[in-house]
């Protein structure tokens, strides 16, 4: 699925979140002005949507960085760069538990800088968003403002820009500082790891004792499903199928580089000095043509470099093929170069009994083809045994891994082997990083502004404390929630109507009546309530640098390049909840009574 076509789905729901948001808050407020208003409720109402269309259609730039500008000052005088103290402390006191360190990653430099930005911005942004308009109307200063030729929008807008400028410059500071810090404090045997890595990731399938096709691996009893295991010495095989490779950045690598991170299983001590082993096979299930690397690969589970764990898989791997046996793979381009390989030796055979043949004064004997026992061809691995004959696959790589010691286990995750593409620059990762902080303050600055145009500045810090809870924790389990009700044909589960009734009754089956078919479109509701409640909550977990999931690894920390997509969704995120809540906080202070305080 490209990515310009996830955009443009996004967006379609974009416009069905914030056009229902809309139709319900328009609701609410014709309701709100026939009981204030009566029968001037209409006229009331439609003034004040028209006003509020020029108002946030034509804006001034003048006014808005005036009170930009205004905004930034008066954050100054609050002393809120005195958080660079804080880090200042952090980095200062922070090189002491590494000094006599010998740590084999730098994970824990990196995390050192970058965990506190998260726990000390993040506050700090929200009590500059939102506590500053309510700070404002309590102290009536807001009203040399709005007494001038100032439209609320432009006030919001304005404010939004000069918290975000405050926050800006702290960001920028504090980012700086901390990659200096990092560039002095990292010793120089592990500067080797300050890189972007650029993986590659697969679908894992499975095959069982038996060798027979398995989702899942073998469950060896440990209670953390994360990977799944493979037993040594039996058909079991854990299967990688890498989609969509570019193959002209691969050909112009020396080899094909695979990094792996297994984990060991051990059911007996086994031989004390040799890790569990595995071997690893590259795979064409079009061609059925199978090359198996002769060496004996260990897991090295105790080793933190990525580069220890990166197994180099040659360009052109050497294939011997016995002449008269027939062949399991159907390769034609392969055949021809087998046949072509016969043919030479043929030739330099029969030369050499005509050689022979001439020495001891006889006829030559006939050389036929059984006469060849095998040859040895090059295998072109990016041309023979890469598959791209699989529609919406492209280009794809199966790579088979398979446990060497007996009795042993290798326990596997779809994430613990990648092809490891060239590397980027640790820089322009750190970069991207500090990008994604400050695009999550922004967000946080955009929300907090909103929500201080309508409540107090407790309530708009409980508020907005409450979407970030919301957005790291809440999306997943709708997710689960929604799959679950997607599911309810096959786990009979149901609706919370459904769910209720059954519990009720103590009846596993309902009633085929109308009042089951109006329970079923009841919970249908139920689940498209859930759908809109998932998208409108920002998905917060798409801001960490810290996340290690399946599809992504954004942990610079372990040293993974965070893609450039990524950051293009961080950036319309923030873009899409700008627009709307301009929109409501303007309405919101145009609404609200600026004397109470």
Not at 109 to 134: A, H, N
Not at 361 to 385: G, M, S
Not at 460 to 465: D, I, W
Not at 548 to 554: A, I, K
Request: glycine share 8%; with cysteine.
């Amino acid at each position: 699925m490209s990515f310009l076509y996830v955009l443009w789905q996004q967006l379609g729901y974009w416009f069905i979140v914030v056009g229902g948001a809309a139709g319900a808050f328009l609701l609410v407020g014709i309701v709100v002005s026939l009981l204030q208003h009566g029968s001037a409720a209409p006229a009331i109402l439609g003034a004040t949507l028209v006003r509020g269309v020029k108002d946030l259609l034509f804006m001034s730039a003048k006014r808005i960085a005036a009170i930009a500008k205004l905004t930034f000052v008066e954050s100054y005088r609050r002393q809120v760069f005195a958080v660079g103290l804080v880090f200042l402390g952090v980095i200062m006191f922070g090189g002491w538990f590494f000094g006599d360190a010998k740590s084999d990653s730098i994970a824990p430099y990196v995390s050192t800088v970058v965990t506190p930005m998260w726990f000390v911005l993040v506050p700090m942004s929200l009590l500059v968003s939102c506590w500053g308009i309510p700070a404002d109307v309590k102290e009536r200063s807001i009203h040399t403002v709005v007494t001038k030729p100032v439209k609320r929008s432009e006030i919001v807008v304005g404010r939004m820009l000069g918290y975000s400028a405050i926050m800006t410059v702290i960001v920028v500071a504090v980012s700086l500082g901390n990659y200096l810090w990092l560039m002095g404090q990292v010793p120089e045997h592990l500067k080797d790891q300050m890189v972007a890595r650029v993986p590659v990731y697969g679908e894992l399938t499975f095959l069982d004792r038996q060798g027979m096709p398995s989702k899942v691996g073998i469950n060896v009893g440990d209670p953390w499903e994360y990977r799944s295991y493979i037993e040594g010495q039996t058909q079991s095989r854990a299967i990688w199928r890498f989609s969509f490779l570019d193959l002209g950045t691969l050909k112009k690598m020396e080899s094909i580089p695979l990094e792996h991170r297994f984990e060991a299983f051990r059911t007996v001590k086994g031989r004390i000095e040799v890790e569990t082993r595995f071997q690893l096979t590259l795979i064409n299930p079009t061609t059925k043509l199978r090359m198996t690397l002769p060496a004996m690969y260990s897991v090295r589970e105790f080793v933190a470099s990525g580069r220890e764990r990166v197994l180099e898989v040659p360009q052109t791997l050497p294939l011997t093929v016995e002449v008269n046996k027939k062949t399991e793979w159907e390769d034609p381009d392969l055949q021809q170069r087998v046949d072509e390989e016969v043919e030479r030796v043929l030739e330099e055979l029969r030369k050499e009994e005509a050689a022979a043949a001439a020495a001891a004064n006889r006829a030559p004997k006939e050389i036929t083809r059984q006469d060849v026992k095998e040859v040895t061809v090059d295998v072109f691995v990016l041309d023979d045994l890469v598959d791209d004959t699989v529609e919406n696959l492209g280009s794809a790589l199966t790579v088979e891994i398979a446990c060497v010691e007996p009795n042993q286990f290798i326990g596997v995750n779809p994430a613990d082997l990648f092809v490891r593409l060239s590397d980027k620059s640790f820089t322009g990762n750190y970069v991207k990083a500090m990008v994604g902080i400050w695009l999550f303050v922004i967000l946080l600055v955009i929300l907090g502004t909103t929500s201080s145009c309508f409540v107090k500045g407790p309530v708009a810090t409980l508020l907005c404390v409450g979407l970030i809870i919301l957005g790291y924790h809440l999306t997943g389990h709708l997710e689960t929630q929604r799959q679950l009700a997607e599911a309810q044909a096959v786990h009979g589960a149901g609706g919370p109507l459904e769910a209720t009734y059954k519990l009720l009754t103590k009846s596993p089956e309902l009633p085929n009546n109308f009042g089951t078919k109006v329970m079923s479109k009841i919970d249908g509701a139920a689940v498209s309530a859930l759908n809109v409640a998932q998208l409108a909550v920002p998905d917060l977990t798409r801001f960490s640098t810290e996340a290690t999931d399946r599809q992504l690894q954004l942990d610079i920390s372990r040293g993974f390049d965070i893609p450039a997509t990524h950051m293009i969704y961080r950036f319309i995120v923030v873009l899409s909840y700008f627009i709307p809540m301009v929109i409501l906080g303007y309405f919101s202070l145009v609404l609200r009574e600026l004397e109470h305080k």
